[in-house]
């Protein structure tokens, strides 16, 4: 917890919702497919936090350096994802919550968001929910929307800056980029906010003293049990995807190389290779 | 709901018929929905929602509906007509501009009121955010970026790219309606049909919201053209080394009339507007020539520009992953390369 601002009256409570996924820098020839056919091969590259997960906890952390307030991670997964949890508690927040998955099946962003959600009223109320615009395996980009329709609370999604309101202290500012170019909002809390990567929320790395303590921190666990879902539900929300296939695409473009005697050659061939397209276009 | 007055659609009064029945919810007639902006009116990409609607209510035998969001001009309606069964306008004066809730919370009326069992939106930011929350309001299910769509007994099938591009997979939407956003522009365009004479105006009840206030709205276009629809890019990498360079590239864009764009590493290092990043979280470009400078290829690069005509780079390694989908390559120092390239592009495309 780190005491508000000069003129700030209330301490944000900020929850960052944080997933584990497949190391995504995996180069495409090293990508595999699973036995049963309907996920990566997990054993292919290591597991990490997902990127946008990172930028929003970045996020978090210079909005409590600047305006105060606390700030909890959460994660829903495999007794692995404890991980990335151990990584936010070495970067000092203040606390973390693992809700273990003993699913059979891999969940998506409807059970994912029902699961959160059941969590965070668990938890008590959070001004800010923050999670990454979306994840760097599957790619759905829906779990933070969806879990704002689940808490009945508006969203923000791409945000790339939040900052807190210096006279209204339930009112947000929050930066977010558009097809565009980028929008300017002011939003009251409760409120959820998806963010996206900018030069200013790129994640700090943990002092290596801090990592060592990370691992000594309390951490809650909860199943799913304990937080009371509904399994009906839970099935219901499984059952309105699923993949029947994945396939890794095979292409098979030829590429050929400028090459010449000299430099300049090779320059002189390939701006005539550039004209040719251009000026087909 | 209520009927539309007689408006003069392209010199032509166009009588409305009483409601129609598949309007009412019933399942005499099951509908997909395309649905168009009226602050973007009909370009490429409401075009390729269109056609990816067209071609799904053909797939399932449902009618498809054409659904205007937000101002509709006679001009714009007039347009719509061609390109689907029926056409619904959800105007009102909250909706003449953008603003997410309000949007959302009309969509959610209009479709409870068409009963669809898929509604289709195009790939900007704004549809990206609306699909998953009108998903959930309507008790559907969702997918995004879907490169392709197909219906088989009732319901919609989705392949899009997963893993940053590594792998592609096809995923069944169980629950309807599915809600859907596309890689619009890289749907075949919609095909004109008959002209379509159901026209259907919906009465929306909104409130402003005032929760969220739009405080400022910037755009950071290079031109007028968007970077989507560019013919030419010259795109800039983690190699470049710095924002000056970009400088260099932007001389080279100009003598071919191209736009800029950069990878994702550009835009983290602040170099460059993220509104240049081309990829799996940037734009989709399809330009005829995309010049890669500098950038090594990562399959979440790659998924930006797989629609693009004809790619070539410039890389000082000749294993960057980038060679493997160019057509043509140099390996080289980008330094040695930019200034007199340009040079001689001014002598040949004289
Ligand atoms: C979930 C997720 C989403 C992502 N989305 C995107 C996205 O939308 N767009 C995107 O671009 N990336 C995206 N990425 C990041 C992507 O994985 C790569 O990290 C990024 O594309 C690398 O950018 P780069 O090629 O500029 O840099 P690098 O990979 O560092 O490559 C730099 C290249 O420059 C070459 N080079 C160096 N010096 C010179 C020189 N003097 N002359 C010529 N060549 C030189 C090097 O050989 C190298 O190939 C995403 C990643 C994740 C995890
Ligand atoms: N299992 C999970 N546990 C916690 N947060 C998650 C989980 N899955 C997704 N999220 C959050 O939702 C964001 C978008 O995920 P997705 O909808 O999967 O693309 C992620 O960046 C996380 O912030």
Redesign the interface.
């Known amino acids: 917890m780190i005491s508000p601002a000069k003129g700030l009256t209330h301490l944000m409570n900020i929850l960052v919702c944080l997933k584990q996924i497949l190391d995504p820098e995996l180069p495409s020839r090293d990508f595999r497919i699973d036995a049963a056919g309907r996920d990566a091969d997990r054993n292919t590259a290591g597991l990490v936090m997902n990127i946008f997960c990172a930028n929003a906890l970045e996020t978090a952390l210079q909005f409590r350096e600047k305006h105060g307030g606390k700030i909890t991670v959460i994660t829903f997964g495999v007794p692995s994802a404890e991980e990335i949890l151990r990584k936010a508690l070495a970067l000092r927040v203040d606390s973390a919550v693992l809700i273990r998955s003993d699913l059979s099946q891999r969940p998506n962003p409807w059970c994912i968001a029902r699961v959160l959600a059941a969590a965070i009223r668990k938890l008590g109320d959070f001004d800010l929910v923050l999670t990454g615009r979306e994840s760097g395996d599957w790619g759905d980009g829906q779990t933070g929307a969806l879990l704002a329709e689940e808490l009945g609370r508006p969203c923000v999604s791409l945000a790339d800056e939040l900052k807190a309101d210096t006279v209204n202290t339930a009112l947000v500012r929050i930066r977010r980029q558009t097809d565009q170019g980028w929008e300017a909002l002011e939003a009251s809390t409760p409120l959820v906010i998806t963010v996206t990567n900018n030069e200013h929320n790129v994640p700090r790395i943990a002092k290596t003293r801090d990592v060592m303590q990370a691992f000594r921190q309390p951490l809650t666990t909860w199943s799913l049990a304990e937080l009371g879902v509904d399994a009906q539900s839970i099935s219901e929300d499984l059952a309105c995807t699923e993949v029947v296939e994945l396939a890794i695409p095979i292409k098979q473009t030829h590429c050929e190389w400028v090459t010449g005697e000299t430099l300049d050659d090779r320059i002189s061939l390939l701006a005539k290779r550039i004209a040719t397209v251009v000026q087909s276009a | 709901m209520w009927l539309a007055p007689a408006a003069q659609v392209e010199n032509k009064v166009i009588a409305f018929r009483l409601l129609p029945t598949f309007y009412k919810g019933s399942s005499l007639t099951s509908v997909v929905v395309s649905c168009i902006f009226g602050w973007t009116g009909i370009d490429r990409a409401a075009l390729g929602v269109l056609g990816a609607g067209q071609r799904l209510s053909r797939d399932l035998a449902y009618k498809h509906v054409g659904l205007i969001v937000g101002p509709a001009s006679d001009a714009l309606i007039a347009e719509a007509t061609k390109f689907s069964d029926s056409i619904a306008v959800a105007d009102h004066p909250l909706l003449d501009s953008y603003h997410?809730?309000t949007t959302l919370t009309a969509l959610t009326e209009v479709c409870k009121q068409l009963n669809p069992k898929a509604v289709l939106l195009g790939n900007?930011?704004?549809c990206?955010?609306l699909?998953?929350?009108l998903a959930?309001?309507l008790g559907?299910?969702?997918?995004?970026?879907a490169l392709k769509l197909s219906g088989r007994n009732e319901t919609v099938?989705v392949t899009?790219?997963?893993?940053?591009?590594?792998?592609?997979?096809?995923?069944?939407?169980?629950?309807a309606p599915a809600i859907l956003w596309v890689r619009a522009r890289a749907q075949e365009p919609a095909q004109q049909q008959a002209l379509t004479t159901d026209l259907t105006r919906l009465t929306l009840t909104l409130e402003p919201?005032?929760?969220?206030?739009?405080?400022?709205?910037?755009?950071?276009?290079q031109g007028t053209a968007?970077l989507e629809d560019a013919?030419?890019i010259v795109s800039g990498g983690r190699g470049l080394g710095g924002s000056e360079p970009f400088t260099q590239l932007r001389a080279l864009a100009e003598i071919?009339?191209?736009q800029m764009a950069a990878s994702?590493a550009a835009?983290?290092?602040?170099w460059v507007?993220?509104?240049w990043q081309v990829g799996?979280?940037g734009?989709k470009v399809s330009?005829?020539?995309y010049?890669a400078i500098a950038i090594s290829g990562?399959?979440?690069h790659i998924m930006g520009i797989a629609d693009a005509?004809?790619?070539?780079a410039?890389n000082l390694d000749p294993d960057a992953?980038i060679?493997?989908?160019?057509?043509?390559?140099?390996?080289?120092d980008y330094r040695?390369?930019v200034g007199?390239?340009r040079e001689?592009?001014i002598e040949?495309?004289a």
């Open positions: 997410s809730e900007d930011t704004y990206q955010e699909v998953p929350r959930h309001r559907g299910s969702a997918a995004g970026d099938l899009r790219s997963v893993y940053g591009g590594k792998a592609q997979a096809t995923i069944k939407l169980s629950r919201n005032t929760k969220i206030k739009l405080v400022d709205r910037q755009t950071e276009m968007r013919r030419v071919m009339g191209g994702r835009c983290d290092a602040g507007p993220a509104e799996q979280t734009k330009p005829q020539l010049l990562a399959s979440q005509k004809t790619i070539a410039i992953p060679f493997q989908h160019c057509q043509f390559g140099l390996v080289e040695q390369v007199p390239l001689k592009l040949l495309l």
